[in-house]
């Protein structure tokens, strides 16, 4: 199981943190991703981080954005900086690795000023 947190109203220019807090004691091998859905859009991958270390983000957030993992805890985070209105949305976290493909429940992120 996945539980989502951090989301919130924030301004304009500023930051949030969200997590996600995985069970089970194989949350190393997974690639832990943050996706987003806008209201009448499709949902989009963000920012993933695999298992080996590598990251990748979506055009629009990277330089913005900051996956990372912490393996012991068996978190994930999403650092957002500088957000605009545009990245209003609801954020899920999926672990994806050997027999598991699993979704957070959703955290809402609102930018609005």
């Known amino acids: 199981q996945l539980q989502a947190s951090g989301g919130g109203l924030v301004q304009p220019g500023g930051s949030l943190r969200l997590s996600c807090a995985a069970s089970?004691?194989?949350?190393?091998?997974?690639?832990m991703s943050w996706y987003r859905q806008a209201p009448g859009k499709q949902r989009e991958l963000v920012a993933a981080?695999?298992?080996?270390?590598?990251?990748n983000y979506v055009d629009s957030v990277r330089g913005r954005f900051t996956i990372s993992r912490d393996n012991d805890k068996s978190t994930a985070y999403l650092q957002m900086n500088s957000l605009k209105l545009e990245d209003t949305a609801v954020y899920y976290c999926?672990?994806?690795?050997?027999?598991?493909?699993?979704w957070g429940q959703g955290t809402l992120v609102t930018v609005s000023s």
């Open positions: 999926n672990a994806l690795g050997p027999g598991i493909n699993a």
């Open positions: 981080f695999t298992s080996l270390g590598l990251t």
């Open positions: 089970g004691s194989a949350f190393s091998m997974y690639t």
